[in-house]
Each structure stands twice: as structure tokens, then as C-alpha cells.
């Protein structure tokens, strides 16, 4: 749950609508609204306070920084209930956000410099960018979620490389039209429902291109017993091998 991207939204609108300094108040509220709306499990409450902390950066006038943000999150969230470290959406979606911040630039850097052996730098950064959006951010993401998803499910997806382009361009219109209708129906239910009617094919789709992949012969593997001794040394040669070798 891409909140980040709703807040994003949020400010465009409503700072047209109020001006800078009221339109910030209401793309606050309506986070917070949406938060709510959608269940506020700790995944989304996670997102939520990032996207709060982007806001209050964007009204300062400051620039946010990932790791700072996401760290800044997961302690706000873990002194309120220390339980939330224990809960699988909450691990998985800190992870899965950690892997965005630390590999997707590079892993674009790094697909660009390929493609500049043999075409031009503008032409490189085109062909680039769609392949990072829905293969190499994906395996950015999968990078620190792989042990997790070891333990937690003991099964690890082959299918899922192919996937996520087809489902990943959907999201943020399902997400925008989603929060959409929960905001206006919530007002009024009638008003959100044509809303709704949109943004139910888009999850529809969605269920449908998972289960025809998940059908695929070996679509998945069964990992054998993977515990968290294993689980903490991934991330510690993980993390200090990226320290080690990320430029000064």
C-alpha cells in the first residue's frame, strides 16, 4: 500500500483547492482518513507514517530521507506497540520498503550503464526505466523479503519476476480510485459507489493474473526448515556487504 503516492495526490489536490498551507492540513487529514478507511493494519499504518513525514518535510521546506523516514516510523510505531515487530505485514512491508531505498537506484544506475554500451544515454534512461519499474524494483524488494518470506511461508515463487508487470501497473489506479470511493462514500454512499464500480476491475484482474500464474507447473517451490538464526545472518551480510561496498 503505496500511501506515498496518495499523499502525493493529496497535496496536488488540495493544495490547488486551499492554497499550500491549508491544503497540507487536509492531505494530512485525508491520509489519516484513508488509514482508517482501509483497516489500518501495521503495513498500513506503516506507510501512513511515512507519508505524514513526507508532508511535514514538504511544509518545512526540508527534504525527506529514506532510511531516516522509514526508521523513524518503525520506532514511532514499535514504542506505541512494541507487539507491531512481531507481526508479518508490518516485517514484510518494512523490508520490502528498505529494498526500494537501498537497491532500486542502483540496480537502474547499473541497467542504464548496460544499455550504454550499445545506445545513447537518453535512449539508455527510456528502455531503463519501464525495466526497473516492474522487474528490477520488484527484485529490490525480494532481496531484503527473501528470508521472510522463507520463514514466515516456507515457500518461495518462481512466477512472481513475471508476475508483477502485469499486475504492478494497475495499483496506483486501483489505490487512487479505492481511497477515492472510500472517502466519498463515507460521506455519502451513493456518491462513492460508481467510483467503486470502476476500481472493482482493477482488483478483479488482479485476483485473476495471480491465480494464472499461481497454476503455472512449478510456480513455487517448498523451502525446508529455515529459522532465524539463518533469517539474521542473510541480513547481516546482506546489509554489511551493501555498507562495505556503497560509495562514501
Do not use: C
Not at 195 to 206: C, G, N, R, S
Request: proline share 6%.
Amino acid at each position: 500500500m503505496n500511501i506515498t503516492l496518495l499523499a502525493g495526490l493529496f497535496i496536488s489536490v488540495f493544495g490547488r483547492w486551499f492554497g499550500a498551507r491549508r491544503g497540507g492540513w487536509a492531505a494530512a487529514a485525508a491520509i489519516f482518513l484513508y488509514t482508517l478507511l482501509v483497516g489500518a493494519d501495521p503495513a498500513v499504518q506503516r506507510a501512513a507514517v511515512m507519508g505524514g513525514l513526507a508532508l511535514t518535510a514538504r511544509h518545512l521546506g526540508r527534504q525527506t530521507h529514506g532510511l531516516a523516514s522509514l526508521s523513524a516510523a518503525a520506532i514511532i510505531m514499535t514504542l506505541i506497540n512494541p507487539r507491531t515487530l512481531w507481526d508479518v505485514g508490518f516485517q514484510l512491508s518494512f523490508f520490502a520498503t528498505l529494498g526500494l531505498i537501498l537497491y532500486a537506484d542502483p540496480l537502474r544506475e547499473g541497467a542504464i550503464r548496460i544499455f550504454n554500451r550499445w545506445l545513447t544515454p537518453n535512449r539508455s534512461e527510456k528502455i531503463a526505466n519501464p525495466i526497473s519499474e516492474f522487474f528490477l524494483f520488484t527484485l529490490a524488494a525480494q532481496i531484503t523479503t527473501l528470508p521472510l518470506t522463507a520463514i514466515h511461508f516456507r515457500r518461495l515463487s518462481l512466477v512472481s519476476i513475471l508476475a508483477n508487470p502485469v499486475i504492478l501497473p494497475l495499483q496506483p489506479l486501483l489505490m487512487i480510485l479505492g481511497g477515492l470511493a472510500s472517502l466519498l462514500g463515507a460521506l455519502w454512499i451513493p456518491l462513492g459507489q460508481p467510483i467503486a464500480w470502476v476500481a472493482w476491475l482493477f482488483p478483479a484482474f488482479t485476483n485473476q493474473a495471480v491465480r494464472f500464474f499461481a497454476e503455472w507447473p512449478a510456480a513455487s517451490i517448498a523451502l525446508g526448515s529455515f529459522g532465524y538464526p539463518l533469517v539474521l545472518a542473510y541480513y547481516i551480510l546482506l546489509l554489511g556487504g551493501t555498507w562495505v561496498l556503497s560509495p562514501a
